[in-house]
Nanobody, 119 residues
Framework: QVQLVESGGGLVQPGGSLRLSCAASGFTFSSHAMRWYRQSPGQERELVAAITTTGTSTLAADSMKGRFTVSRDNAKNTVNLQMNSLKPEDTAVYYC????????????WGQGTQVTVSS
């Protein structure tokens, strides 16, 4: 059974930090590129960060550069999103996504974890 389980969300004050984790099971983690998305109320889901099977990472927006870092541990089947200097506009549900790089190029989603940045 495929599972992606996010954790680490919560309430944090502006300027604070959170580390999100996504634990994967039920598929070959090392053969899947991983992505973090987020969705705010009334907004479309947007890409936050991506990391290849070998650990090359990218951030989706300039506003995240210098604040967010994505990493993965293929031995532990986990992907992390370190978020620093958080802003109220970072408030969203954050989702983990796995995309296969081999046929059938399967895509899996986690259930999401809420991040709220507020004083």
């Amino acid at each position: 059974q495929v599972q992606l389980v996010e954790s680490g969300g919560g309430l944090v004050q502006p300027g604070g930090s959170l580390r999100l984790s996504c634990a994967a099971s039920g598929f070959t983690f090392s053969s899947h590129a991983m992505r973090w998305y987020r969705q705010s109320p009334g907004q479309e889901r947007e890409l936050v960060a991506a990391i290849t099977t070998t650990g090359t990472s990218t951030l989706a927006a300039d506003s995240m550069k210098g604040r967010f870092t994505v990493s993965r541990d293929n031995a532990k089947n986990t992907v992390n999103l370190q978020m620093n200097s958080l802003k109220p506009e970072d408030t969203a549900v954050y989702y983990c996504n796995a995309r296969g790089v081999l046929p059938p190029y399967a895509s899996y989603w986690g259930q999401g974890t809420q991040v709220t940045v507020s004083s």
